[in-house]
C-alpha cells in the first residue's frame, strides 16, 4: 500500500477521445485509448483522492474493476465531455485533462446514412471549431482550484517540443501543462509514456519516463501539498 497523500482532494479526470458524429452510423475520432487518464484517476484513487472520471470512448479492458473512491461517468462527443466537466468542475480542487477532444465537429450531422449514391466519387465535409474546454475551465478557475493540461505533439525534436507545450501552457492559462509526444506509434493506445511538464508560466518542473500508472504518480507527486 502507497501514501494516502491525496485524503480529502477532489479531483477530476478526463480520459479517451471524444468523437464527433458524421450521420447515425459515422464519426470522425482519433486514437485515445483512455490510458494516461484512467491511470491517474486510478492513482490519484489509490492515494486517498475523491474522483469523478469522465471517460470518452475507451478501449476495452482499460477499466475493468476500479477503485473505491472512483465515480464514472461516461460521455461521447466534446458537447457532452464539456457539459459534464464544466458541472463537475465545480467542486473539484484539482482537474486533470488527459482526453483528447477533437478540435472540430462536422457542421450538420446528417438524419440519415451517407449515402455514396447521392455523394458520387467525393464527399466535402465542412468542421467547424469545437470549443476549448480547458481553456473555459482556466477562465472559471475557483480559488484554490488547480488545473493541469496535457499537450499532444507529434515534433520529434526535443527542444522544439518543449516550446510547443510552452506556448500552449501560456494559451490554456494552465498551473500545469504535461508534454507527451503523440504519432503513429508513440503516446496514443501505448502502455508507456515519456513526458515533461511545465508551469503555465514554461518553467521546467519534471520529466518521466514509464507505465502510465508511473507517469500517473509522478504528475500527482505534484499537486501535494
Ligand atoms: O489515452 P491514451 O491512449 O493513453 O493516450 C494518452 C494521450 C496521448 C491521449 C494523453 O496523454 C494526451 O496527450 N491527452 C491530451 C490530448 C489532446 O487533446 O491534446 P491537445 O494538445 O490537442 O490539447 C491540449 C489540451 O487541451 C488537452 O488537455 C485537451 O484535453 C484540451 N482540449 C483540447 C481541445 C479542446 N477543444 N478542448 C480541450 O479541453
Do not use: C
Not at 479531483?11 to 464527433?20: F, M, P, Y
Not at 477533437?102 to 466535402?124: H, M, N, S
Request: net charge negative; aromatic share 2%.
Amino acid at each position: 500500500v502507497g501514501p494516502r497523500d491525496l485524503t480529502g482532494r477532489r479531483i477530476l479526470v478526463t480520459a479517451g477521445g471524444t468523437r464527433e458524429p458524421l450521420d447515425p452510423v459515422r464519426f470522425i475520432g482519433n486514437r485515445s485509448s483512455g490510458r494516461q487518464g484512467v491511470a491517474i484517476a486510478r492513482a490519484a484513487a489509490d492515494r486517498g483522492a475523491e474522483v469523478v472520471l469522465l471517460v470518452a470512448n475507451i478501449d476495452d479492458g482499460v477499466l475493468d474493476a476500479h477503485p473505491a473512491g472512483l465515480t464514472v461517468r461516461h460521455v461521447s462527443t466534446t458537447a457532452e465531455l464539456r457539459e459534464a466537466a464544466l458541472q463537475e468542475a465545480q467542486s473539484a480542487d484539482v482537474v486533470v485533462m488527459a482526453a483528447a477532444v477533437a478540435d472540430y465537429r462536422p457542421e450538420t450531422v446528417a438524419e440519415g446514412k451517407i449515402k455514396k449514391e447521392t455523394q458520387g466519387d467525393v464527399l466535402d465535409l465542412r468542421l467547424v471549431r469545437n470549443p476549448d474546454i480547458l481553456k473555459e475551465l482556466t477562465s472559471a478557475r475557483r480559488d484554490g482550484q488547480t488545473i493541469i493540461g496535457f499537450a499532444a505533439e507529434t515534433e520529434a525534436d526535443p527542444d522544439a517540443l518543449l516550446e510547443l507545450g510552452r506556448a500552449k501552457a501560456a494559451r490554456k492559462g494552465v498551473d500545469l501543462l504535461v508534454i507527451n509526444r503523440v504519432g503513429w506509434t508513440e503516446g496514443f493506445g501505448t502502455e508507456r509514456n515519456d513526458v515533461v511538464v511545465v508551469t503555465g508560466g514554461g518553467d521546467r518542473v519534471t520529466e518521466a519516463s514509464g507505465s502510465k500508472s508511473e507517469i500517473a504518480d509522478r504528475i500527482l507527486d505534484l499537486i501535494v501539498p
